[in-house]
């Protein structure tokens, strides 16, 4: 009998009680890409590195009810949810932060996203004995993230939604240092 295998991301230590060790999460994988045309635009690199550290952050607040955690795995990072998620509202405010930046910058941003459900284990403990036949491989070193990925694009309606730092801001932080 072929039971389903979940694909495993580890942390040193479950800091909360709200996740447990050997637990199945949806999980969420999302990354905005640069866009090539503005890569020479100065200040353009450090504002997406800025960028990629408020996305997770951001979607951990919008989000507080489902009690969303960050987890990063060979400095990937992945978003946790508890149950209660409605995955198609995640998705819709991924897409949002996409026509943001799109309004910040006025050039076109895509996003790889993926959402699947993922086995958290702690490094150093054994799988539970329940949970044991479940445990797949790690999930940074599978190609199962790359097959589930979709391209997002956020042109629809490029609009300021108070979600992330705009461009100019970032521009004038900068210039005044």
Do not use: W
């Amino acid at each position: 009998m072929n039971q389903k295998t979940y694909p495993v991301l580890y942390v040193q230590k479950i800091a909360t009680r709200l996740y447990k060790h050997c637990g199945i999460y949806p999980t969420l994988y999302f990354k905005i890409e640069e866009n090539e045309k503005l890569k020479d635009t100065p200040y353009y690199a450090q504002y997406m590195k800025k960028i990629e550290s408020e996305v997770p952050k951001a979607i951990i607040h919008q989000f507080t009810m489902s009690q969303p955690v960050s987890v990063t795995n060979d400095r990937i990072v992945f978003i946790l949810f508890k149950d209660n998620i409605d995955l198609n509202q995640v998705k819709n405010f991924c897409m949002g932060m996409l026509e943001e930046l799109e309004f910040y910058t006025k050039e076109i941003h895509t996003g790889q996203y993926a959402c699947l459900d993922t086995m958290l284990m702690e490094m150093d403990r054994p799988a539970s004995p329940f949970k044991f036949n479940k445990v797949g491989e790690k999930l940074t070193q599978t190609n199962l993230l790359d097959s589930c990925i979709e391209i997002l694009n956020g042109h629809e309606n490029p609009q300021d939604n108070g979600i992330l730092t705009t461009f100019e801001d970032f521009i004038q932080e900068n210039e005044e240092d």
